[in-house]
């Protein structure tokens, strides 16, 4: 089965005696006594169940759990590491688990952030006590791309395993599983729900093994899990996933050089893009560049503030992956200590007309001096 027409079906597991075409939200939080019945929801339902048979077929893994949260999903990876593991990762993760290692996990928890788009960083972090690489690629904000098939063979070679953030890619564009890594972890809030209105997140497993059973374990008892009526949305939002991608990324790319030939733009950050330092990782590893792309505007912050006040159509709030555009100046969101630069806007192309994005654009950017 093709990825679309997985997307499709991959999610229904219908077992009422009316045939509904679309899986059923079931709310018990509790089912009867029976051979291999669910027993409570906490633990499993059937609408987490349809969506997490469906993530792992997505992401050619051999399951899958889903979390209330992207953060959620990246904790129980950090959760189910020994005391006094070293991690491996990049210098510039998201944000949100960044913090997490640096706050919450900072008396279990050694880590080292590196340019994880350079291989070779990688040796000289290496402790006796690492145990896990995180790779996040296409990078937050910069599109940084990592080489994940390098990267995983290397880990291979030495015991460790290899987490890849697949948000911003989606297993449209790309399937870190299948180059090699271990686990892979998604933000479904940004691509899956794909319309600002769901929040979530998910881990798919190569192999179910002692590792895997520690998060299930940490899934459950936890108890950070998505609710029936947040699974049956999700599910309902893959089925278009495969088409929103492939729009979100025509835009993008076109926006990208649109503003890489603009006399009042410095710099595009944007994997497609000829010029950018990881376009040819990314050509190997991923079969579209994805709808996120990054500019430095010239006259600084000042000037990057106006560009996103003229903007009609584009919405200045953070996250991404919606059918809304929405943009935003980075370092204001990440607050002082950002390495970011100023005049860095992200941008997450959506769905709307080309000719109306690409228009707005240009009348904003002739406002700047
Ligand atoms: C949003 C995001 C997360 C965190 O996910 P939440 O659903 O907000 O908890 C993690 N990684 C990346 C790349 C993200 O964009």
Request: proline content about 5%.
């Amino acid at each position: 089965m093709k990825f679309e027409t997985l997307a499709i079906h991959g999610g229904n597991s219908i077992s009422d005696s009316h045939r509904p075409v679309v899986q059923p939200i079931t709310l018990s939080t509790t089912f009867e006594h029976q051979e291999n019945s669910l027993i409570y929801s906490r633990a499993n339902n059937p609408n987490r169940m349809a969506l997490e048979n469906l993530l792992a077929r997505m992401e050619r893994g051999q399951a899958a759990a889903a979390f209330s949260s992207g953060n959620a999903a990246g904790m129980s990876v950090f959760q189910a590491l020994p005391k006094g593991s070293h991690i491996i990762a990049p210098d510039d993760m998201y944000h949100g688990l960044k913090k997490q290692l640096l706050e919450i996990f900072v008396d279990q928890l050694e880590v080292s952030f590196v340019d994880m788009s350079k291989v070779e960083t990688l040796a000289a972090a290496k402790t006796p006590r690492t145990r896990l690489i995180w790779i996040e690629t296409p990078s937050n904000p910069l599109l940084k791309i990592s080489d994940i098939r390098e990267i995983s063979h290397w880990a291979k070679s030495q015991g460790l395993m290899v987490v890849c953030d697949n948000t911003f890619a989606s297993p449209v564009f790309q399937n870190p599983l299948a180059l090699g890594a271990d686990l892979v972890m998604h933000s479904s809030t940004k691509y899956f729900g794909g319309h600002s209105d769901i929040l979530g997140g998910a881990l798919i497993t190569a192999v179910k093994d002692e590792f895997w059973d520690k998060i299930v374990n940490i899934q459950q008892t936890g108890g950070a899990v998505p609710s029936p009526f947040d699974c049956y949305m999700l599910t309902r939002s893959i089925k278009t996933l495969a088409y929103r991608m492939k729009g979100h990324a025509e835009h993008a790319g076109l926006i990208a050089s649109f503003l890489d030939q603009h006399p009042k733009i410095e710099k595009v950050y944007y994997p497609g893009l000829k010029n950018h330092p990881g376009h040819e990782v990314a050509s190997k590893q991923m079969t579209g560049f994805g709808g996120i792309l990054s500019f430095l505007v010239k006259g600084g912050a000042e000037n990057a503030d106006k560009l996103i006040s003229h903007l009609k159509y584009y919405s200045n709030a953070t996250s991404l992956g919606g059918v809304e555009s929405l943009i935003e100046r980075r370092a204001a969101v990440e607050g002082p200590n950002t390495k970011t630069p100023q005049n860095l806007i992200r941008l997450s192309v959506g769905l709307e007309h080309l000719e109306d994005l690409l228009e707005d654009l240009d009348q904003a950017l002739n406002q700047l001096r």
